[in-house]
Every structure is written in structure tokens, then in C-alpha cells.
């Protein structure tokens, strides 16, 4: 699991990798809004954009490792 400022991230629930990624993104149509997944580093299987760097943690961590 990899550490994020205090906040676990699980390994990626498809190819098992480690090496995890907090991709964010600035809206510069609503005003700065900056957006954030988490993606695999190895495979790119990735979450949807968030508005909350949280929101896209819990939904990351959420997911169950496929047998």
C-alpha cells in the first residue's frame, strides 16, 4: 500500500501494482476548479475526476482486487 500524505492507498485492484498516482486537473471554465483521480502506474486502469482529492481516494480504495 502506498502512503499519501497520511492516507493509504491500496495496491491497484486489477494488476496488483504499488505504484499509484494522484492525477489532478485545473477547470479553467469554472473557475480554477481543480480535479482529481487516481490512477495505476502500471496498467491506467484509473477513477473517475473528483472534486476532492478524498472523494477520489475513497473511491480507489473502495474497489476489490479481481482473482
Given at each position: 500500500?502506498?502512503?499519501?500524505k ?54 480507489w ?7
Amino acid at each position: 500500500m502506498k502512503r499519501k500524505k497520511g492516507i493509504t492507498l491500496k495496491p491497484c485492484p486489477f494488476c496488483g501494482n504499488e505504484k499509484i498516482h494522484d492525477l489532478w486537473m485545473e477547470d479553467n471554465f469554472k473557475a480554477f476548479v481543480v480535479h482529481h483521480k487516481i490512477q495505476c502506474g502500471n496498467c491506467g486502469i484509473s477513477t473517475m475526476f473528483y472534486t476532492k482529492k478524498e472523494q477520489a481516494i475513497s473511491a480507489w480504495n473502495r474497489r476489490e482486487r479481481e482473482q
